[in-house]
């Protein structure tokens, strides 16, 4: 059968006006309800279209298969965000960085971080007081802040400049899913909002230039992202890379690195509080592996029910979509994709499937990890993404997790502050929580 020009369209499309309404209506069950039977379903938003891959085997192929898809426009949307950064890139500048930072974040790298993992997490939950509510999310996302200033850039930055990065990297998740399918030109209006985050965004490369400079000032002591960025050479010219180049590089890593992790975090602690079999299972495997010491890189192994915990919050609170774009004309389940096409995918939708998972809405912590018994397709499940693009911080995001959960189990109670009247789910590129009041209690 020849290859069809022709692609369904996903539910919700209303003519003219494409999917933009449906997506605006809902925008957190939009991706999902776009999950059909038909393995490519094409989404309209305006003038820019997308075809959206609905079997695990065309994702798993969209995210290997580099010679035909490069990135698209999501990537272009978070890059331009950060001054276009050679890991946002595609083909031989992106190997390029991906082979210098490489070590940084290497399993040897990682186990070193654990000792800064643990400090920085048993001082923040141990200033907690019995029975005063704190703001979890809040308490998280500086959390991360701080290992990940720490570990990556060997750097402690007051209070006031992380509340303000996690701003300025909140609102610039916020603004990704709209950057990447509206016009371009929408991001650029002087409205307030877009003058409020031009602000944040210059206040921020501020503090980062200051970093760079006192670094180059006092070089060779640190082994880490930044040194890495400052001994990079560049793919094309093979000049060192200048200031202005290297803050779109630490600007992209910290980007990755702190929505993600405190996000997913969160949803952990919240999904291990509102489910109180699994918060006390935490608690007996944090009793049993850290015996009231700390969560050393050698006992992670053990906390194996944590893992399990942390597996399926990522599967139920993934990314909204991703997106590439086809290098050359390619057929994808038998319709014929025009070289320059959009094709995405999306995490949410992929990971709520009912023909993949039982129950997709349920938490269940033993339905993940690798020994849960089922054989489910590549493709079904890819928290940290696979190829060529596989996240680089998988390994500290996933110590960070497992550190901060076992400890917090170890040490606390936890149940919703009264008197909270809703958490709801924020729409974002990565959803998370729209709070996290918590009243914590001693266990002992
Ligand atoms: C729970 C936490 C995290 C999740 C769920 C996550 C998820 C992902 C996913 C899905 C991708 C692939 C994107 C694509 O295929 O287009 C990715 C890429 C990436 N992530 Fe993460 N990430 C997390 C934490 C981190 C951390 C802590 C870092 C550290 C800086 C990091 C750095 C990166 C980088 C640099 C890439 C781009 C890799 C490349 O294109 O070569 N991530 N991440």
Known sequence: MPDSTYCPP????????????????????????????????????????LFLANEPA?????????????????????????????????????????????????????????EVITDETEARIGRWQPGRAVAADQEISDLVAAVVLRCLFSTELSHATVRDVRETMYAISRRLLPQTILPAVLGTLPTPGNRRFTAAVNRFHATVDHLIRERRAAPGQHHDALSALLDTRHPDTGAP????????????????????????????????????????????????????????????TDLVFTRKVIDETLRLHGPMLFTRRAKRPVTLAGVAIPKGAEVGYSPRAMHRAADLYEAPSVFDPDRTGPDDGTDRPRGAYFPFGTGPHRCLGE?????????????LAARWDLRIAPGTRRISEVNSSLPHLSSLPLLPTPRI
Do not use: C
Not at 243 to 265: C, G, N, P, Y
Not at 291 to 299: C, F, I, L, M, S
């Open 241 to 300: 890379l200048d200031d202005v180049q290297i803050r779109s590089e630490f600007l992209i890593l910290l980007f990755a690195a702190l929505e993600t992790t405190s996000t997913s975090l969160s949803w952990a602690v919240f999904e291990s509080v509102v489910h109180p079999k699994v918060l006390r299972r935490l608690q007996d495997e944090a009793d049993s592996v850290l015996q009231g010491g700390p969560a050393t890189y050698d006992r992670l």
């Open 10 to 49: 996903a539910p919700g499309r209303i003519s003219l006006l494409g999917h933009g309404p449906a997506l605006l209506r809902r925008p957190l069950s939009f991706f999902e309800a776009t999950r059909t039977a038909d393995p490519l379903v094409r989404v309209e938003f305006g003038p820019v279209g």
């Open 58 to 114: 065309l994702v798993h192929r969209i995210q290997v298969d580099i010679d035909t898809f490069e990135r698209g426009r999501f990537f272009e949307a978070l890059a331009g965000n950060f001054g276009n950064p050679l890991i946002a890139a595609s083909g031989p500048p992106h190997r390029h960085q991906r082979r210098t930072l490489k070590p940084t974040f290497s399993r040897r790298s990682v186990r070193a971080y654990t």
């Open 395 to 407: 390994h500290l995001a996933l110590t960070t997790m497992t550190v901060a959960l076992a400890s």
